[in-house]
């Protein structure tokens, strides 16, 4: 098939089960390998051109006329198969000229019947396979000249002499990534896996572009026969003596000049020196007479020269050289068992010293392993000797079949030459067709691989015949998932089988996804279907994805106990934590600690600590101590939290251990101290409350309100809940305003969601003590201040200003003072807005001011963003309103709504949206408290990345696993911390957090 692709050349599509293409130049050609794999595809080199040949078929679809050397990376276009790009890049590097290192022997697989013998020392030497195609055929053995390094399908072979597999260990071969870590042929080599550090780039250029040819590879055409390449080059201090053919071989010199080397004829062989370099080349029992120019290729003009000089000026003719040939042969293959094929090598006469010749097996329609066993060896000839035999074991069986064919190639002679170098195997099936008239059957067989750590692993199901067809055959194949699942422990596939006239074995491949987890076996099966010109026998294949993980070590837990200690009315008394080990550990363990507030604050009720704790290997129990400050303060018991993190030899079961501050002094009331209530602002869905705590005849030094209520809380300022169990709230100061002076007072305000008695609150106290009906004492009516909510549309670029109305309830006699501050909420300052803080003043009299806050303008399609801007500090006047909340309007398009997640009440409290779930389980619970575990459960494809909304009116005091990125009155928004982000298909992610409040999950609504 070709394509005519512009006005200077043409692309032709090629497939190992194509047609021979002919008419290719490669000055102006493209080829396409379209949808061709290295598994059933391989780039060699023919006597007849460049071909790609089916390892497992042995078809082969040849440019005739054209060898590998001819064609550059530019005759290709884009390669789809990333591991056939990298092995056609190596092999057009290879033909190309590649500068050698010292101390490494380059394997290498595109010409057929090629046997490299080498000398190898596995001290200091090493393979390089980054010019090697990969496939599934290549093997490692020892036989009596060393090891073999060989492929059946294309009967090449690397032999490192004098070394037995047992000599040599993963460090002496270098593979390229993809042929290491994912197609892992050094386990076809016997290696279990290969260290980083034998793994190294190809750096070559890369086959397949979208540039035209503009000239030919520098390499030579075909000859139309098989030969042996020998590149000469710089090697110090060696004398390599080469088994040349002058028929078919060829002595390439690159770029060396006539100067570097000379040539000379010493008892009947050639012998080449490299000048200066104690270097040489020996032809061993080849004369320069029975050279000619086709031996030799030169790039340099003046090496050319010398060689034309050298060939024409060879004076008498040449010994006449013994000739080896081999015969075909013939035979029957059996029912069960082998029984050996013998083909007769012969020499044309007796030589008078010993030679020698290589051969190898290379496939045909005949498949090594499946219909006979592969051979690579060295027959050698005493004086006198003229005949020897091969023998190839042949595998019987029962199939009704056509015959099959394979090739025994000789190569490599020394003292002789090769008339007759190529012999044909013929296995003839001597099985009866008893119904004749019946179609063919065909079977899928089971299969058993390892699933690898995530490197490229597969399948390869033999799908067979049980006898051989006239006609094609076809048969539709698909994955069924049992407990392997596609996508995830391998990749579906579905397809077409095609056996042409006389084939009866084929092959499904299919992708394995491993990993490192401990799991049991997996299993998936492959079901064929709507079969044409024959029956289907077994149309199931079990593939078992077998697991090579260990499961990790069960780990001990570390736990924290909770502790309680009298505070004392001076000095520092010692809270101690006990954290203890579920089991001593074989080896030491370590895990951080830190303190966190509760209603108990670091610097005046306790020393905040934090350190490491380790335990020797036996050890199970370790104390904290922290030390708690005495007073004389009647007040509530106050708490605080140690907390564990970052664990090395164990797991955390139990991180967070209360400490309770129990309050051993009594109260004796301050005349005068109240706490009063009023609400300032009710529409029905919510109100706003005001408190003010008023001192009696001595100040406060920090002040609690408690009140029963049964109204929600949702927003408050310049206080903080402590507290909120059933009805009941306790609530205290902030940082700024504990001290209240005597006869003086302070006020917080908050805003509430209605309950059962609408706004009512009842049994007040204040630092414990009955403050009575509410009432406060008599103070200055002070105005009050209030901030109105502010929204604006934020525009496509520069900035815009939001503006918040401060008002005065009334005028005031004198100044009155207040702090403004902004806070993010879904807005961040820096990118939606700039962030603000000052003082506003109004003058006696005054009753308005304006707080702006800019905003920045963008094109992003988004939802509305909010932030706030909270009033504190107030001098001259209370604060009624003291929050407002900022909008800041989308006005570049809307964001698609996401669907209602559907909620499900279970013990664990959850929703899902998508492909993803949200769980939320309560681990433990105290008064006033609890810990709760949070795990999303990806049903889809994997994720980078996630974000839960979490609406709750509990307030979050610790979280690991996740980060807060903002909290209102209507909850928090999470998202992943920086090493939890990616989620894989089916899999689970957790994080857990501390919260004040009821330990109740259904209270808690999520949207992810």
């Known amino acids: 098939m070709e394509n005519v692709a512009s006005a200077t050349g043409k692309i032709f599509q090629i497939t190992s089960d194509g047609a021979d293409i002919t008419g290719f130049d490669p000055a102006r050609d493209k080829l396409d390998l379209g949808p061709v794999t290295v598994h059933n595809g391989i780039i060699v080199d023919t006597p007849t051109g460049v071909g790609i040949m089916n390892p497992w078929s042995g078809e082969v679809a040849v440019v005739v006329g054209v060898s590998l050397g001819q064609l550059t990376i530019d005759n290709f276009v884009p390669i789809v198969n990333d591991h056939l790009r990298e092995c056609l890049s190596g092999a057009l590097a ?96 016997g290696f279990g896996s290969v260290p980083d550090s034998q793994i190294k780039p190809q750096g070559v250029p890369v086959a397949g572009t979208n540039n035209w040819p503009t000239g030919t590879g520098n390499g030579a055409p075909p000859s139309g026969q098989a030969g042996t390449t020998t590149i000469i080059d710089w090697n110090y201090a060696t004398n390599t003596a080469i088994a040349f053919d002058p028929s078919k071989d060829k002595l390439d010199f690159g770029w060396f000049k006539a100067s570097e080397f000379s040539v000379k004829e010493v008892d009947g062989s050639t012998v080449i ?205 698909k994955t069924v998932d049992g407990s392997a699942a596609g996508g995830v422990d391998y990749t579906a596939s579905t397809g077409t089988v095609t056996f042409a006239p006389g084939t009866t074995s084929q092959m499904i491949h299919v992708d394995i996804q491993g990993d490192s987890v401990a799991e049991a076996d997996e299993t998936f099966t492959v079901l064929l279907s709507s079969s044409v010109g024959a029956t289907i026998a077994d149309g199931s294949g079990t593939g078992t994805i077998a697991n090579d993980d260990v499961a990790a070590p069960v780990l001990p837990s570390l736990s924290v106990s909770d502790a309680t200690r009298a505070e004392g009315n001076s000095g520092t008394a010692k809270l101690n934590f006990t954290v203890s080990l579920s089991k001593a550990a074989t080896g030491p363990v370590t895990v951080q600690y830190g303190t966190a507030n509760g209603t108990a604050s670091a610097g005046s009720d306790y020393t905040a600590k934090s350190g490491t704790l380790t335990f020797a290997a036996g050890e199970t129990s370790k104390k904290v101590s922290v030390a708690v400050s005495g007073d004389t303060a009647a007040e509530a018991n106050e708490t605080l939290t140690l907390n564990l993190s970052g664990a090395s030899g164990a797991t955390i079961a139990d991180g967070s251990g209360t400490g309770t501050i129990t309050n051993d002094d009594v109260a004796v009331p301050a005349s005068g101290t109240a706490v009063g209530y009023k609400v300032s602002d009710n529409w029905g869905a919510g109100f706003i409350g005001n408190m003010q705590v008023a001192a009696g005849a001595t100040a406060l030094k920090g002040w609690t309100v408690e009140f029963d209520a049964a109204f929600a809380i949702t927003n408050i300022w310049n206080a903080q809940i402590v507290s909120h169990v059933g009805n009941h709230y306790v609530i205290k ?182 492909d993803l779930e949200a769980l939320m389980a309560v681990v433990d619970s105290w008064n006033g408290g609890f810990n709760a575990a949070v795990t999303i459960h990806n049903d889809g494809r994997a994720i980078s990345g996630w974000q839960l909304e979490i609406e709750t009116h509990s307030e979050i005091t610790s979280i690991w696993n996740a980060e807060i990125v903002s909290h209102d009155a209507s909850g928090y928004v999470v998202r992943n911390a920086a090493w939890n982000g990616k989620v894989d298909a089916e899999a689970d992610m957790s994080f857990g957090f501390t919260a004040t409040g009821p330990a109740d999950p259904s209270k808690f609504d999520f949207l992810i």
């Open 733 to 914: 100061n902030m940082s700024y305003n504990g001290t209240v002076r005597a006869n003086q007072d302070t006020s917080f305000g908050f805003q509430a969601t209605p309950g059962s008695d609408g706004t009512a609150a009842t049994g007040f106290a204040l630092n414990g003590i009955s403050s009575g009906s509410g009432t406060p004492a008599p103070a200055p009516v002070l105005p009050s201040l209030s901030i109105a909510d502010a929204t604006r549309a934020e525009r496509d670029s520069g900035t815009a200003m939001l503006d918040f109305t401060v008002s005065l309830s009334k005028a005031a006699t004198g100044p009155v003072t207040v702090q403004y501050g902004t806070a993010n909420d879904t807005a961040s300052a820096g990118s939606d807005y700039t962030a603000k803080s000052g003082t506003l003043t109004f003058a006696a009299g005054e009753q308005s001011k304006v707080i702006q806050v800019p905003i920045a303008g963008d094109k992003l399609s988004e939802g509305n963003e909010k932030f706030m801007v909270t009033l504190t500090d107030a001098q001259g006047a209370d604060i009624g309103r003291g929050a407002a909340i900022a909008t800041i309007k989308n006005d570049d398009g809307t964001l698609a709504s996401p669907p209602s997640p559907p909620v499900t009440d279970t013990t664990a409290y959850g929703t899902s949206s998508g």
């Open 273 to 477: 020196s490299i000048e200066g370099n104690r270097q040489t080349y020996v032809l061993t029992g080849v004369s320069l007479a029975e050279l000619d120019h086709n031996n030799i290729a030169a790039r340099d003009a003046t090496a050319r020269a010398e060689w034309q000089q050298l060939i024409d000026s060879a004076e008498g003719s040449a010994a006449i050289v013994p000739q080896f040939s081999i015969a075909s042969g013939t035979l029957a293959e059996g029912n069960a068992g082998k029984s050996q094929m013998v083909f007769a090598v012969t020499l044309s006469q007796a030589a008078t010293a010993p030679v020698s010749v290589g051969y190898t097996t290379v496939n045909g329609t005949a498949i090594a392993g499946q219909d006979y066993a592969s051979v690579v060896g060295m027959l050698t000839f005493a004086a006198g000797e003229t005949a020897k035999t091969v023998s190839v074991d042949i595998l019987g069986d029962t199939l009704v079949e056509t015959n099959e064919t394979f090739s025994l190639s000789l190569s490599s002679p020394t003292g002789a030459t090769i008339a007759k170098g190529q012999a044909t195997g013929t296995i003839v099936n001597d099985d009866i067709d008893a119904q004749p008239a019946a179609l063919p059957a065909i079977s899928i067989a089971d299969l058993s691989t390892k699933e690898g750590n995530g490197e490229h692993n597969h399948f390869m199901f033999a799908v067979t015949l049980d006898k051989a067809s006239s006609v094609p055959v076809t048969v539709q194949y």
């Open 94 to 189: 290879w033909e190309h000229g590649i500068a050698a290192n010292d101390h490494t022997v380059y394997a290498r697989s595109h010409e057929i019947g090629q046997i490299d013998r080498v000398t190898f020392n596995p001290a200091t030497d090493t393979v390089d396979f980054r010019y090697f195609g990969t496939r599934e055929q290549i093997y490692m053995t020892n036989n009596p000249e060393g090891v073999v390094i060989s492929n059946s399908g294309t009967g090449q072979a690397l032999i490192l002499l004098g070394v037995t597999t047992a000599d040599l260990k993963v460090e002496n071969f270098l593979f390229y990534f993809a042929e290491a870590r994912e197609d892992r042929v050094a386990l076809q080599l």
